[in-house]
């Protein structure tokens, strides 16, 4: 069974950058395409980013394209995003998905197992 474990949430200032990052457990990482969402206070849970099983494809909600980064370690079993210029509507519950089939996704349906999430949030 996969389990995810998401860390490095906090607060901080409008502008300044941090870094997320999701633990890997319980089967073939290197198999599995891996995505990003989150989830503000009231809201409904939306994409953020991507990757692909390899890392050699990545894909971006337009509101984060050119801040944030995706990237993986099949080695290490890790997914991180890189959250550069953070602004307070970044503010959110961060949560890192698996999907089984490989194949890079922003529906939240298409991913079958979630990490509990970590907060960020941002001061203005």
């Known amino acids: 069974q996969v389990q995810l474990v998401e860390s490095g949430g906090g607060l901080v200032q409008a502008g300044d950058s941090l870094t997320l990052s999701c633990g890997f457990f319980?089967?073939?990482?290197?198999?599995?395409?891996m995505g990003w969402f989150r989830q503000a206070p009231g809201k409904e849970r939306e994409f953020v980013a991507t990757i692909s099983w390899s890392g050699g494809s990545t894909y971006y909600a337009g509101s984060v394209k050119g801040r944030f980064t995706i990237s993986r370690n099949n080695v290490k079993n890790t997914v991180s995003l890189q959250l550069n210029s953070l602004k307070p509507e970044d503010t959110a519950v961060y949560y890192c998905?698996?999907?089984?089939?490989?194949?890079?996704?922003?529906?939240?349906?298409?991913?079958?197992?979630w990490g509990r999430g970590t907060q960020v949030t941002v001061s203005s």
């Open positions: 998905a698996a999907r089984g089939a490989g194949i890079m996704s922003a529906t939240p349906n298409d991913y079958d197992t």
């Open positions: 319980g089967h073939t990482f290197s198999s599995y395409a």
